[in-house]
């Protein structure tokens, strides 16, 4: 072993030799730099032979090493104190972060508190969880909801009491055929009439067209504009006009994901809390008719947070696939159009969206406005005469097969398609922004709809290119698209004919204004 030990103190010798080494030319390499006897030797004795310009350059070379030892001085100053700075900010982070979990296990400990003694107090009434006084109302749900029944409200193995009353009520139910045959252009006309004699509500025909023809494009519309123009009471009177009211679901800025909208689960009171959206959507389910709701200022929270679910359900094109998770599992007394835990979005309802667009709500994104119609009501009309109408009974598949039939006779022509491709070159090529396989696709359906409601192929497209492709120019710098915006409408007028594209050109002249 004497041997080895031998070995092994000259063996690792050689590294402490070398690291020592290293630190003692480090500090003498310091010791010498800041040697200044030796810069005053130097000095001395140069001295008596430096002429009278020499010494300009003695003081030069003398202040470059001042300068240069104070950079140095500088730089391992900052260097210390940005590393103190890291360790303090590392340190505040961490007594943070402990901070923030000490506070969620208070948080814990105090709801689990919280639920104690609501259960003592409702043990000490005599009543079980979810049981009410005869006379207390839920406060949850409006005052013109029908009572739900008693037997249903008390019965722990039903959690949806409204839902499984609406089977009820639906028992032995079949959809009605209202033998429709008016055109989409009569329909209008008998709408537009409708509300004029029944609510005095006037539209004119150039909104109710792209409405329309939005109702075929997809299950979305946003009616956006300013506050004041009848957004909500256009899509209530055509919930009157049809026999069905819509159902109105105020959007709250608390919304965050689906269970806003659709009701969520108490685990506490063993209940789905059933909201009126929910309700519609299940009855709308047992029939043909057109149903309708409407998402009160809908922007008030984030679209793609609380309507996610639903925005990409709609898209998918066998409607058999369109099934909305309500709850993980079923129990044998759910609702019978629950089935697993899932319910399937009928294709008779159509979701209206009206939006303020101010500094109180959020900006509607691309993923919202891609799959929806938006339309613009600025204006008011004012009041006309107009031939007394009554509400009709409508089957929504009727609707749809007007849609379709549409579709068929009044395809978008070749001229006008190939103008649309060029635009879309044209668009690219000078403000990067792309049309897009689902925007061709709504727009092959949107401007057939619009001719077959009385209006013009070209001011089909018109419109839904203002509304549905121009509305990105918002998110472009006005500076990158100033230049592009004149030119852009000497190329409409040219290739469109003068004035043919006044919803575009009107949009473009917003923006100039705007710069």
């Not at 329909?187 to 029944?198: G, K, N, P, V, W």
């Not at 409407?294 to 099934?323: G, H, K, Q, T």
């Not at 409408?489 to 923006?511: D, H, P, Q, R, S």
Request: charged share 30%; hydrophobic share 40%; proline share 3%.
């Amino acid at each position: 072993m004497n041997t080895f030990f031998r070995f092994f103190y000259e063996f690792i010798s050689i590294f402490f030799d070398g690291l020592i080494s290293a630190f003692k030319g480090l500090f003498s390499g310091i010791g010498t730099m800041f040697n200044f006897s030796d810069y005053s030797k130097i000095i001395n004795s140069y001295k008596d032979s430096f002429e009278g310009k020499e010494w300009l350059f003695v003081g030069i070379s003398v202040a470059f090493i001042i300068i240069i030892v104070g950079l140095i001085v500088v730089l391992i100053f900052f260097a210390i104190r940005r590393f103190i700075r890291y360790r303090t900010t590392k340190l505040n982070q961490n007594e943070l972060l402990d901070e923030i979990s000490e506070l969620n296990d208070k948080v814990r400990k105090l709801m689990k508190e919280k639920d104690e003694i609501l259960a003592m107090k409702v043990s000490q009434l005599g009543i079980k969880p979810g049981e009410k006084e005869e006379e207390e109302k839920d406060t949850d749900t409006e005052s013109d909801e029908e009572e739900v029944p008693k037997d249903l409200e008390d019965n722990p193995d039903i959690r949806f009491p409204k839902l499984v009353q609406i089977d009820r009520e639906r028992e032995g139910f079949k959809p009605k055929n209202y033998g429709n045959s008016f055109t989409l252009a009569e329909l209008i006309e008998d709408f537009r009439c409708y509300a004029a004699s029944q609510l005095k509500l006037y539209y004119d025909l150039d909104l109710l067209r792209p409405f329309f023809a939005g109702l075929a494009c997809g299950k979305l519309i946003i009616l956006q504009g300013i506050s004041g123009t009848g957004k909500t009471s256009l899509a209530h009177a055509w919930g009157k006009f049809v026999k069905q009211d819509s159902c109105v679901s105020p959007v709250e800025p608390s919304w965050r994901d689906k269970s806003d909208f659709l009701g969520y689960f108490n685990e506490f009171t063993k209940k789905f809390n059933e909201t009126k959206a929910l309700g519609e959507i299940y009855n709308a389910g047992f029939d043909d008719d057109i149903h309708t709701i409407i998402l009160d200022e809908m922007n008030l929270a984030r679209v793609e947070y609380y309507f996610a679910d639903l925005l990409s359900i709609l898209e998918m094109p066998d409607r058999s696939e369109w099934l909305v998770d309500i709850v993980p599992s079923s129990w044998p007394k759910d609702p019978k159009n629950i089935v697993k835990g899932k319910l399937r979005l009928p294709g008779n309802l159509w979701y209206i969206g009206t939006i303020n667009n101010d500094d109180s709500t959020f900006m509607v994104t691309d993923k919202v406005y891609d799959r929806a119609m938006p339309i613009d009501i600025n204006t008011k009309v004012d009041p006309f005469k107009c031939r007394e109408q009554e509400a009709i009974d409508i089957n929504s598949s009727y609707l749809e097969s007007l849609f379709a039939e549409a579709i068929d006779k009044y395809p978008v022509s070749a001229k006008g398609l190939e103008l649309v491709h060029q635009m879309d070159d044209y668009v690219i090529a000078h403000f990067r922004v792309a049309f897009g396989n689902r925007i061709m696709k709504q727009l092959n359906t949107f401007v057939p709809v619009y001719v077959a409601c009385g209006g013009n192929e070209y001011s089909g497209i018109d419109y839904f290119i203002a509304k549905k492709i121009l509305r990105k120019f918002d998110q472009l710098s006005i500076t990158f698209i100033r230049d592009e915006i004149d030119p852009f409408i000497n190329w409409l007028n040219k290739n469109f004919g003068k004035g043919v594209m006044k919803e575009c050109i009107a949009y473009l002249e917003t923006i100039k204004k705007n710069i």
